[in-house]
Structure formats: C-alpha cells, structure tokens
C-alpha cells in the first residue's frame, strides 16, 4: 500500500490549509485511515481518523477547527483545517490501516508527511 499526500505549505495564522491522501497499490481491505502529525521535539499525534463503519475521531486540539473526510470508494481521505495558528505548524503524515491481501494480516502505512508551517 502507498499512500501519495498533497497539499501542506506556508499560511498565515487564521487562514487555511487543505491536505489530501490517496491510498494505492494492493489493497484487500482499508480499515482505517487518516492524519497524524509531528512538530519538533513532539510525538507523533493523531489529527482525525475514520474507521470504516465508524465515527471520525479527531485530536484534543482540533476544536472544530478541521473537517476530515474520507472516500471509500477512492481510499481517498481529505483534511479541511481552518483556524490555523501557529502552534498547528507540524509535519503532517498520512496514515492507513490496511491489509494487502486476505492471507495476511493488516498493518500501518505512512505517506512521505508534508509540511505544514503557519506564520504568527
């Protein structure tokens, strides 16, 4: 599974960002997918995530902030974040659970990140 994101760059505090992740490859079953992100010197910390069939689940931070979306049909997820401060200034990382085939197990994926920097 590869996960392809696009979008990320340099805003200035208040404005907003668009981020988007195709997932390819062999894929038998998507289970989750979603966003994560990590600033200098921070774990990793998750943003917003949808598992099939269940609710989207968005990080402390958020606050309304971000709208999240995924197209199942397109393993294609989706990141709306407005509101942006400075302190939202992190690689962003897009992530997938996924089984490859039906003979094994499922497992993460991440994409390559993208650099998300909002100026004060």
């Known amino acids: 599974v590869q996960l392809q994101a696009s979008g990320g760059g340099l805003v200035q505090a208040g404005g907003s960002l668009r981020l988007s992740c195709v997932a390819s490859g062999s894929i038998f079953r998507m289970n989750r997918m979603g966003w994560y992100r990590q600033a200098p010197g921070k774990p990793r910390e998750l943003v917003a995530s949808?598992?099939?069939?269940?609710?989207?689940n968005y990080g402390h931070f958020v606050k309304g902030r971000f709208t999240f979306s995924r197209d199942n049909a397109n393993n294609t997820v989706t990141l709306q974040m407005s509101s942006l401060t400075p302190e939202d200034t992190a690689v962003y990382y897009c992530n997938a659970n996924a089984r490859e085939h039906a003979w094994v197990s499922s497992r993460d994926y991440w994409g390559q990140g993208t650099q998300v920097t909002v100026s004060s």
């Open positions: 949808l598992t099939t069939g269940g609710p989207t």
